[in-house]
């Protein structure tokens, strides 16, 4: 049976740790902003996009778990639950950080942020769900969870293992807005993959980004996502291709290990011939299923490896009827962009390591060459944004600052940061 300790922390990495992280993140924000759980929380058709999304598949997940433990099938719920927790702490709270960050009221009868309130009443309606949902489950995490999110609420019980189990909501349950989403979160991926193969960072700024989908209705699908996706992989625009080879080159190979025992001593002719033909007019015939005849033999398209290679100026990903593409060739614009988003990565670093709360406003002093200068004077509104600065001054360093020397290309800029 494979059970064990290395099985076991196997979950604990792969569920555990981000199930308790997400209710580490909520806490943290919940107490920051002294979030109340027994306040009116906004209707589910008042929230964003996001919000109903995640309770759309909270709604599927219960379903699927009521059936699966009915129906004595736990390895298929634990599989379920696993997809689950990779929407909620990779895409939701990840798409959501923002909305806990911004600043604003979450007293519904102080003219509250509806925003920031929703995503609060969200995460949390998915963390006390799931503490119900898992309690058979994982009965001991589940059980410190619901302690703290909900004994001390007016409807709190005393344990989590005498609450009323989780009931499906079809009316929370919406396909194509999860169909949607998906195909965000699946182009996302591939132009993660994409940046990767190219070792370009996402914290540079790109300017296209070039997607084939697997039919008509996604491509429709692609406005209404446009701005997820262009957030998450900081691109400035989306271009819909009709077919990948705009972005990929193709080979077409024979399949010899299934030609050979078909047409024998035929092979040599078969391969002379197939190195003549034009590949897209193979491939063009491959995707739609049909035989293509060479050497008076009609091959098919197990008959034949289709090898994908990066076209010139392009970083590509290739999954099934899906491909993205971005381009490699990055404007300075864009370069200087990025140098902008690094500084502030480096900051958010520096605020940590000196110990600086997650709310603490923050002074910074930067000391560097002529050319950082100007571009970092060029995105100071966005480095002050991101980095909950009151100012930056543009000079030495004082002694009394948490300092360090961060490098940029091989130029050495000196930061130094204090609270206000």
Known sequence: ????????????????????????FFVTYANIDQFDPDAKFPELSERSELDRWIISELNSLIAYVTNGLENFEPEKITREIESFMEFLSNWYVRRSRRRFWKTGLLNVNEKADLDKLSAYSTLYEVLVTLSKLLAPV?????????????????????????????????????????????????ISSLGRSARSKANIKVRQPLQNLYVKTRDENEIEMLSLIQDQIIDELNIKSIVPIDDAAEIIKFKIQPNLPVLGPKFGNQIAQI??????????????????????????????????????????????????????????????????????????????????????????????????????????????????SETLSDSMTMSEVLSDLYIESQGFDGIVVEIGVRKV
């Open 138 to 186: 994982i009965p001991f995490v589940t059980e410190n969870i619901y302690q703290n999110l909900v004994s001390n609420t007016k409807d709190g019980r005393q344990s989590v293992h005498l609450e009323d189990y989780p009931e499906f909501d079809s009316n929370a349950v919406d396909d194509e807005l999860v169909s949607r989403i998906r195909l965000a979160m699946k």
């Open 271 to 384: 391969r002379k011939e197939l190195d003549q033909i034009d590949p897209e007019l193979i491939r063009s015939d491959i995707l739609q299923g049909k035989s293509v005849s060479i050497a008076g033999n009609d091959l098919t398209v197990e008959d034949f490896l289709v090898v994908s290679e990066e076209l010139e100026g392009f970083s590509s990903s290739l999954e099934g009827p899906y491909a993205v593409g971005v381009s490699v060739d990055i404007s300075e614009d864009l370069i200087h962009e990025g140098i902008a988003r690094e500084l502030v990565h480096k900051i958010q670093n520096m605020r940590r390591s000196a110990d600086f709360e997650i709310s603490d406003r923050i002074e910074i002093w930067i000391n560097t060459n002529s050319e950082m200068n100007s571009i970092i004077e060029k995105h100071r509104d966005y480095i002050n």
């Open 1 to 24: 049976m494979n059970f064990g300790f290395e099985t076991a922390d196997e979950v604990r990495r792969q569920f555990l740790i981000p199930f308790w992280n997400v209710y580490s």
